[in-house]
């Protein structure tokens, strides 16, 4: 995909969306969320207008679309994607561009620059080779062969990434990771790539201080032996530091078998040689080592961040509509310490968490009490058998009235504070909370749009009078003393006098923003007021883009398989996500897995 985006942006400079990432691992994906389908009508309350899909959107807006995963995809979703492919195979006529067939809509012929792309992960064999591609329509794409970087190039990708870590640094990293990749891949568990270099170069690189310097190694070691980490890095509690990055890199998921916990045993072993640590250092380091913790507060007594270990996560400013559950007793023992030293640091690099222990260990109440003390709203996901992506994402769904009408009106009492005074207003608030409160939308729907009107006069009249101010001051001899109609006057008379005197630096409603309003308002208009009792559709965003949208934390119990493709790619954050939905910066999502007594698997 890196690939794919470069290319991308260097064709098409002037568009930062070109690529559109379509997961079919998801078995769930309908053809028809592809080419399209009929929607209730938002205009028209009672009908339906036709929906293009995502990749018909794409062909006519001349996007890239990338077919993530094509090899797990359903043969319902691969039937639909072979006539398009075939459209762009060499037989066709020169000029000619990408086509498809929809249903009842007749043939949407695509952009010049459409494309389709595809892509499929796999393990290479001893050889380096790969197993043919057998998915339904594979023989109509050309197949291109990415073959892993050599150790040059990953030097040269590692320097570039991570300039600190350029020289010394980045050679006895490499070599740290070739000796854990030769130990080979376990049965159940994930396999040690360049993912997870750099993923490791990221945490050392984060681990080291804004001061550091690289030491100055004897560079003979491009031809003779790399060097080791003690010679570049002297300080022991700095090397075991990164040694518990290590562990959280290589060797710190669960093991569940006799096999996989003799595996990461010796990939702690070699990760602590090559860190130049003793076993009773490491033994010591990984069991005994308890990290500090500490709540940073202000002279108010309020939470300003949490300090564990090595890490430092700065909480949230109290917010007004966040409701902060009831405060529980949480046990600070060492065990609970050490947890949540690792998840504060997998949320400060924006990594999700998989927390796998049984029933009444504390994984929800660890990540509760942390949630509580940074003032992060916590969602939980119940999730089941028969939960689908919709259910998390949202769908289209019958709309209350009361829902939209809630909504519109919480916009109104904030744009209507910050434009008029609430206290000489109060009747007409009065009058506009209680035709909301008893359902009369139409008369709601009259007062908003009068509202609207004033504030747009208000705020247009304040803005003539801004500017006549600023002209007055070019006037020679300070004419504004002489003229009084160069003076600024008040534009708000009903504003009480101690508030006009600090409303310069006061922020106050836009024009752009009453005019989003309006535009909310008439289409609530359309759908409850002239739909006269209609049902009425819209999307209704599930939680988890709730979550993406306020930058909340997500604790979905696990118990299930089917939607775990759907929700990885989802926590990893794909490309159609960053561009398409905004996110937070500390955004982490955390899975809880229920695990009882190991029994095999028909």
């Not at 293009?52 to 979703?77: A, H, P, Q, T």
């Not at 009058?431 to 009107?453: F, P, Y």
């Not at 747009?456 to 002209?471: G, L």
């Not at 949208?549 to 929700?567: D, E, M, N, Q, Y």
Request: charged share 25%.
């Amino acid at each position: 995909m890196l690939l794919l985006s470069h290319l991308a942006g260097l064709l098409h400079p002037s568009r930062s969306n070109q690529i559109v990432i379509i997961h079919l691992a998801d078995t769930s994906l309908d053809p028809r969320a592809l080419l399209g389908s009929y929607v209730s009508s938002t205009a028209h309350p009672g009908t339906f207008d036709w929906k293009e899909g995502v990749l018909v959107r794409s062909m006519r807006e001349g996007k890239w679309i990338v077919f993530k995963d094509i090899d797990k995809g359903s043969n319902e979703v691969l039937g639909m994607i072979k006539p398009l492919v075939e459209s762009l195979n060499l037989g066709k006529w020169i000029g000619g561009r990408a086509k498809i067939d929809v249903p009842g809509r007749g043939t949407v012929v695509a952009h010049d620059h459409f494309m389709v792309f595809a892509s499929r992960s796999l393990v290479s064999s001893k050889n380096d080779m790969f197993r043919p591609p057998t998915f339904f329509g594979s023989h109509k794409f050309t197949e291109v062969v990415i073959q892993s970087p050599s150790p040059e190039e990953l030097r040269r990708i590692v320097n570039t990434k991570f300039p600190r870590l350029a020289g010394a640094t980045c050679v006895a990293v490499i070599e740290l990771w070739n000796s854990v990749v030769k130990l080979g891949s376990q049965t159940s568990g994930r396999d040690v790539g360049i993912r997870e270099l750099l993923k490791f170069c990221q945490r050392i690189d984060r681990l080291l201080p804004s001061s550091y310097q690289p030491m100055d190694v004897d560079g003979t070691w491009e031809e003779g032996p790399a060097p080791t980490f003690a010679e570049i890095f002297p300080n022991p509690t700095l090397r075991e530091d990164m040694y518990l990055e290590a562990r959280d890199t290589f060797f710190g998921s669960g093991t569940l078998t006799t096999s996989t916990r003799a595996h990461s045993k010796a990939v702690a072993e070699i990760v602590g040689e090559h860190l130049g640590l003793s076993s009773d250092v490491r033994r010591w380091v990984l069991e005994q080592k308890a990290p500090e913790f500490e709540v940073e507060k202000d002279v108010n007594g309020q939470t300003v961040a949490v300090r564990v270990g090595r890490t430092r996560l700065s909480a949230q400013p109290r917010n007004a509509n966040f409701d902060e559950p009831p405060k529980r007793p949480f046990a600070m023992h060492n065990p609970a310490i050490s947890l949540l030293s690792r998840i504060t640091n997998a949320v400060s690099h924006a990594e999700p968490v998989l927390l796998t222990g049984e029933t009444g260990t504390g994984k929800t109440s660890v990540i509760s009490h942390l949630a509580s003390l940074l003032h992060r709203p916590l969602i939980s996901l119940n999730l089941s058998h028969q939960t689908e992506s919709s259910d998390l994402i949202g769908g289209l769904k019958p709309i209350d009235a009361r829902i939209p009408g809630s909504l519109l009106h919480e916009q109104f009492v904030a744009l209507f504070a910050a434009t008029f005074s609430r206290k000489k207003n109060e009747k007409f608030e009065v009058e506009v909370r209680k035709a909301v409160n008893e359902c009369k939308w139409k008369r709601a729907v009259g007062l908003w749009k009068e509202s609207v009107r004033l504030a747009t006069e208000r705020i247009q009249a304040r803005t003539i009078e801004e500017n006549r101010y600023i002209n007055s001051s070019y006037l020679p001899f300070h004419a504004a003393d002489f003229y009084p109609s160069a003076r600024p006057r008040a534009i708000d008379d009903e504003t009480p006098r101690k508030r006009r005197k600090t409303e310069r630096s006061e922020p106050k409603s836009s024009e752009l923003a009453w005019t989003k309003f309006l535009h909310g308002v008439e289409e609530f208009e359309v759908q409850h007021v002239h739909g006269k009792g209609r049902f009425a559709f819209g999307f209704v965003e599930g939680p988890l883009i709730k979550a993406l949208r306020c930058g909340a934390w997500c604790v979905p119990p696990f118990p299930i398989h089917r939607i775990l493709s759907f929700l990885i790619y989802v926590f990893i954050g794909s490309s159609l996500m960053k561009s398409t939905w905004p996110h937070r910066k500390h955004w982490s999502a955390y899975l809880v897995s229920y695990r009882g007594p190991l029994r095999p698997s028909p």
